[in-house]
């Protein structure tokens, strides 16, 4: 049996149930690594599930193409990066390994981001007498990050920038990316206040995203936010 990667790499989701009589346990799905990549000499990544729960789980395995236009996110299905296989059936304490299989290479210089996305497909569980049953199906979005020759995940250097912007009848900002490479914002702070102090998302390689304000934003305040390893951004808004 494989050996588990380290526990940093790791991502545990509980799929749990609401309390109510006829509930059926809750099952826990858990998904490594969390971040895959492709990088330009590679032909596949692994991704792998583990079913930590009591009852057998089935899920559909889908690979969607991920932009940022205009602040917001768009997803497409594709044909450049594959799931193998796309359906799995996993039984409570084992794994599952998935290939994402690259079709076709980005250009030289290039990264694509792509979304997997597994939707777990609920099962029939038996009734006991006079008890109400209750199964949730949950889905799943893990990141995909393919390279193009040139460029990987240690030389990606992503330029960014940002503004305020009315989203509705909300204020947000929009931060925008024009280098090469993604970024993973966390801990993210305006004018000294919190915003969030766990992941609040990604901006792509040259895409834009928007994220609402939870208080009114000083006037003048700088936006400070951590990028996962590449260390922390603080920047003005732009002019």
């Not at 994220?211 to 003048?220: D, M």
């Amino acid at each position: 049996m494989m050996a588990l990667p380290r526990i940093s790499g790791l991502l545990l989701v509980a799929l749990s149930m609401l309390p109510s009589p006829g509930s059926h346990a809750a099952n826990s799905v858990m998904i490594w690594p969390i971040d895959p990549k492709i990088n330009s000499d590679d032909k596949a990544a692994e991704l792998w599930l583990e079913n930590r729960g009591t009852s057998t789980t089935l899920m559909q395995v889908r690979v969607f193409q991920w932009q940022q236009n205009q602040g917001q996110e768009q997803f497409q299905t594709q044909q450049q990066v594959m799931a193998s296989p796309p359906m799995v059936r996993i039984e409570p304490g084992k794994r599952q390994q998935i290939r994402l299989i690259k079709q076709v290479p980005p250009a030289a210089g290039q990264e694509i981001a792509y979304r997997i996305v597994l939707d777990e497909i609920p099962t029939p569980h038996p009734q006991e007498e006079n008890n109400v049953g209750l199964n949730l199906q949950m889905r799943y979005s893990v990141p995909l990050f393919v390279y193009g020759a040139g460029l990987g995940a240690n030389n990606i250097k992503p330029t960014l920038s940002w503004r305020l912007v009315n989203q509705g009848k909300q204020q947000a900002i929009e931060i925008t990316n024009r280098g090469n490479g993604h970024v993973r914002l966390s801990n993210v702070s305006l004018g000294g206040r919190s915003i969030t102090d766990s992941l609040m998302g990604y901006v792509l390689a040259n895409g834009s995203h928007t994220f609402t304000l939870p208080f009114p934003p000083p006037a003048g305040a700088e936006l400070s936010a951590q990028l996962g390893t590449k260390g922390t951004w603080r920047s003005s808004a732009e002019r």
